[in-house]
């Protein structure tokens, strides 16, 4: 089964796991990573080292690469308001590594568009996109 591996910030993580709902329904793709559900609350990176201990960085940090690792595609998800330090990180070393990337969302707010493969503004264009492949 092909997998995607979703990207974005905790404060997005209600719209993330709506984002894996639709792509599991109306695709054959399956979005294994659920972090953002189990972990998601809203942070600034300076708390971070008060909400995470090392332990937990250190599993954060495997586990995404391993899945970044293993995906077929890396999805970001934009956000207009939310800041994505970590899902920027991702988004490099999965093009890095040769994976296809794809962005959904406002595409003047990335500095990183130059590492996406391909850019959908709406999850209906690439729900249709997905259903091709």
């Given at each position: 089964?092909?997998?995607?591996?979703?990207?974005?910030?905790?404060a997005?993580a209600?719209?993330?796991d709506?984002?894996?709902?639709?792509?599991?329904?109306?695709?054959?793709?399956?979005?294994?990573?659920?972090?953002?559900?189990?972990?998601?609350?809203?942070?600034?990176?300076?708390?971070?080292?008060?909400?995470?201990?090392?332990?937990?960085?250190?599993?954060?940090?495997?586990?995404?690469?391993?899945?970044?690792?293993?995906?077929?595609?890396f999805?970001?998800?934009?956000?207009?308001?939310?800041?994505?330090?970590?899902?920027?990180?991702?988004?490099?070393?999965?093009?890095?590594?040769?994976?296809?990337?794809?962005?959904?969302?406002?595409?003047?707010?990335?500095?990183?568009?130059?590492?996406?493969?391909?850019?959908?503004?709406?999850?209906?264009?690439?729900?249709?996109?997905?259903?091709?492949?």
């Amino acid at each position: 089964m092909k997998t995607i591996y979703i990207a974005g910030t905790f404060a997005d993580a209600d719209k993330i796991d709506n984002l894996k709902k639709i792509i599991e329904e109306k695709t054959d793709y399956t979005v294994p990573c659920v972090w953002w559900k189990k972990n998601a609350k809203e942070f600034e990176p300076e708390d971070v080292g008060s909400w995470f201990d090392l332990d937990e960085v250190h599993e954060f940090f495997h586990r995404d690469i391993d899945a970044i690792k293993e995906c077929d595609i890396f999805l970001i998800k934009f956000s207009i308001k939310k800041k994505l330090y970590g899902a920027l990180i991702e988004l490099g070393y999965a093009y890095g590594i040769g994976k296809k990337t794809v962005g959904v969302g406002p595409k003047e707010k990335s500095c990183m568009i130059l590492s996406v493969n391909e850019w959908y503004h709406g999850i209906d264009d690439l729900i249709d996109a997905l259903k091709k492949e």
